[in-house]
């Protein structure tokens, strides 16, 4: 029959000050190593012990089930900058100085997360273990439940806990699936999470890591390498969640090298230009043509919408003198693939851009790095609002009164459609007024002859689970109409 080893984390305080949600299984076995070896109970330590940490860091990563968690608003400590060594060495000589413990103090930015309490009012985090049927697999199981129960923290000092560890028959999966949080071992696949896990040596690192903390001073040096580094790093993905696409960016330059913006409204114009530049680049790359005619150029056969390409411009938002101006853009694919982003992200770069007529309009640049605005359409949050409007496919009318019911219904549906969970969909709300400085309202954006008669609203959406961008939604969004932003 198999067993399971269940570690049950319940955070007293209902916050956590670690960079990362859930806890990462390597923090987890950190706290765990620290907790037996605090105080009184390192004189207990037994090879046991050692043994059980041995088996735990050979495991395959736990599966995990939390609660939902918000980033807090960022607050500031001042702490000693561990140069101290600067006064005391003229306090041992007997010179005089001006300065003191606080002028050598520095800013320290803290953001907690928010534990949200489940149905049962916890806020507990569970990691769960498979384990072996053989019976030193199932004594190894046991004597680190036993040692998960002497955790007393887990984050910062403060992150106080009270754990349980307990060798448990397998049984059924939680039903709460949006709560799980599980491994992939896809690598071509990525996903909102990456967490450190123990790999074999780990623990000896940390034991190696906390001698050399303690004899960090010597000869007048500090050693600052006193971090373990013997783990690995883990994509996992929430049970509900599919991968995040692959994307590139690009910005839109002239013949100078000199940005060149386009209006906010003509978004399906610079869509157009770009998708028409990615067909002739694939063309040279000697891909099939009904290949190139399906996913790079949308052209399915009727009735048989496949996967395809995405061509997001990406107005100019986030900052007080924000036009909405269009000056890069997004190539995205579908959910859950990211092969072509990297071949289109190495073969466009200097490609000219021609409308209609032929005339050269643009050439796509490699964007600037730490770009502010392009930040805003691929960061992770829980909140994320339309800069270019969704457009709906229905009529948000009844009786030729608008229907608040009929409205509600068309959005959760082009969310759904676009691949966004419903159970991950805590609150949204719509206006037609822009959401964005610079931007205009839901009726000016041009769109194609046949998504006119659809109806368009600006939207705003709050998820239970923060997501990465790019958001884009509604039956525009392969032309980058109903592309979100975060605030």
Known sequence: MSMRLNVTVQFLSGMYHGQEWPPSPARLFQAVVA???????????????SDALYWLERCPPPEIVCPSAVSAHMYRLSVPNNNM?????????????????????????VRP????????DLTAVQYIWQVGEDSRSIACAQRVANMARNVFALGHGTDMVAVNGELAVDEARSKQKEHRVVPTDNRNARYSLVLRVPVRGFFDNLVETHLRANERIGNGIVNTGIHPTQYAEIPYRWADETPIRGS????????????????????????????????????????????????????????????????VPLPSIGHPNADGSIRRILVVEPKGTSVESALIEWGLPGT??????????????QPEPDDGVLERYLRESDTWLTVTPMILHGQVTLRGRFNVRKVEKLILQALTESGYDSS????????????????GGAADIQVPAHLSQWPRLHVGVKFKRPLRGPVIAGIGRHIGIGVFAAP
């Open 352 to 365: 000219e851009l021609t409308d209609t007529e032929g005339k050269v309009r643009a050439t796509i640049a």
């Open 248 to 311: 590139c960016a690009f910005r839109l330059t002239g013949s100078d090298g000199r940005p060149v913006a386009v209006r906010w409204k003509e978004c399906m114009v610079v869509s157009a230009w770009v998708r028409h530049a990615t067909s002739e680049f694939m063309q040279k790359q000697k891909r099939d043509q009904p290949w190139i005619d399906s996913y790079v150029l949308g052209h399915a056969p009727k009735g048989e919408p496949g996967p395809r390409l995405s061509y």
């Open 35 to 49: 907790g037996n070896m605090a105080g009184c109970r390192k004189d207990a330590w037994s090879r046991e012990d």
């Open 424 to 439: 991950n969909i805590e609150e949204f709300w719509y206006q037609r007024a822009p959401l964005w400085m610079g931007t």
């Open 85 to 109: 060594d600067v006064l005391w060495r003229k306090w041992a000589k007997g010179m005089p100085t001006d300065r003191t413990e606080r002028d050598l103090s520095t800013l320290k930015d």
């Open 113 to 120: 997360w928010l534990i949200r309490r489940d149905a049962d």
